[in-house]
Every structure is written in structure tokens, then in C-alpha cells.
């Protein structure tokens, strides 16, 4: 119980981290939650105008989801229900950072993270997949977003039934949709082009 308090503590603080406000000031000299949608997050790194400080915020939202997820499991041995704490401890860190007054990111990237470092490699993939396909077929990012959450969450949901994988999962996507809330009030719009050439494909 020690170890699972100091690394959901840990995994928290990490979280926490505004890397991609970091990054805007200290390589761009700006406040990027004065770009797009305000958000602190590597999006509006990228459009604030710095390409290679993007991916550097992406990367670092990615990996801060990471090192304790990966402790818990494979140093700790801890069970799988106290794993999964630590990883969603990292995903409320950065949506609720202290630092930046509790209006953390929309934590795509860190969740991302997270599956990244669980050992159930099947919900990384099946999250992968759903994305990919949203990402063909959905033209309004936080549906695609939404869209592979729901898709892993379906996943775990049907394979596993009620375990703790699929609370996890779908704690994950209800953040998801309360992040995205506002661009979630938009009607999805489906892309033409892929469609298109799947009829040409099928004649």
C-alpha cells in the first residue's frame, strides 16, 4: 500500500507537468493558451509556430504517462487494479494540473502514455486501430479522439467483461468526452475522400 500511494503520488506530480506551456515559453516566448482552443497542450505548441517544439511537447505529454505505470507493474509487481490507479493518477495529473489552477490539458498524449506502458499491449492496439479508422472516416479531431477511446473501450468491454481493464477504459473515454466537451456539440462531419475511394475500390 506504500509503494501504491508514493506512485500514484508520483505519477500525479509527473502528470502535473504543463510541459507544453514549458516548451511554449522558454523555445517560443509565448504563452500558447493564448493560440487555438486555449489549451495547454502540444496542439497549440504547434500553433503558436513551433514545429520541433510541437513534437518535443508531444513527446514529453506522451512520456510523462510512462515511468510510473511501468514501475508499478514490472519493479512493484503490483496487482492489476492498483497499475491501473497509478496510470489514471498520471491521465488527472496533467487534466488537472495544480499548477496551472486545475485546467490541465486534454490528455490525449498522456493517456496515450499510459496504454503505452501497461502490459495489456491488446488495448494499445485496439486503441490504435479505432483512432486510425476515426482518423480516415471523422473530419472533427475531438470525435476521432472520442471515436478510439469508444473503439478500445468496446474492445476491453467485450473480451475481458467487467474487469478492472474496462473501468479503467472507460474512465478514460468519460475524461475524454468532458475535456472535449465543447467541440463535442458539433455533429460529426464524415470525410468524402476516403469513402470515395472505397466505392472506386469496390466497382
Not at 518535443?56 to 510510473?68: C, E, I, R, S, Y
Request: glycine content about 12%; some cysteine; hydrophobic content about 55%.
Amino acid at each position: 500500500m506504500s509503494y501504491f500511494t508514493l506512485l500514484v503520488l508520483c505519477a500525479f506530480g509527473l502528470g502535473a507537468c504543463p510541459f507544453s506551456v514549458w516548451i511554449g515559453r522558454c523555445l517560443l516566448g509565448k504563452d500558447i493558451r493564448g493560440y487555438g482552443d486555449g489549451n495547454p497542450g502540444a496542439a497549440n505548441v504547434f500553433r503558436a509556430g513551433g514545429r520541433k517544439s510541437g513534437f518535443l511537447a508531444v513527446f514529453l505529454d506522451t512520456a510523462k504517462g510512462v515511468p510510473f505505470v511501468f514501475l508499478a507493474h514490472s519493479f512493484f509487481k503490483l496487482p492489476e487494479a492498483a497499475v491501473l490507479g497509478v496510470a489514471m493518477s498520471a491521465i488527472l495529473g496533467h487534466a488537472f494540473s495544480p499548477i496551472l489552477q486545475l485546467k490541465g490539458g486534454k490528455a490525449v498524449a498522456v493517456s496515450f502514455g499510459t496504454i503505452l506502458a501497461l502490459p495489456q499491449h491488446d488495448i494499445l492496439f485496439a486503441l490504435a486501430g479505432s483512432m486510425f479508422l476515426g482518423f480516415l472516416f471523422i473530419a472533427i479531431d475531438a470525435w476521432v479522439v472520442v471515436f478510439g477511446a469508444t473503439g478500445a473501450a468496446t474492445y476491453v468491454l467485450v473480451t475481458r467483461g467487467s474487469s478492472w481493464d474496462t473501468f479503467f477504459m472507460l474512465g478514460v473515454l468519460a475524461l475524454l468526452v468532458l475535456k472535449f466537451l465543447d467541440e463535442l456539440k458539433t455533429v460529426p462531419r464524415i470525410k468524402l475522400k476516403p469513402i470515395a475511394w472505397l466505392q472506386s475500390r469496390g466497382q
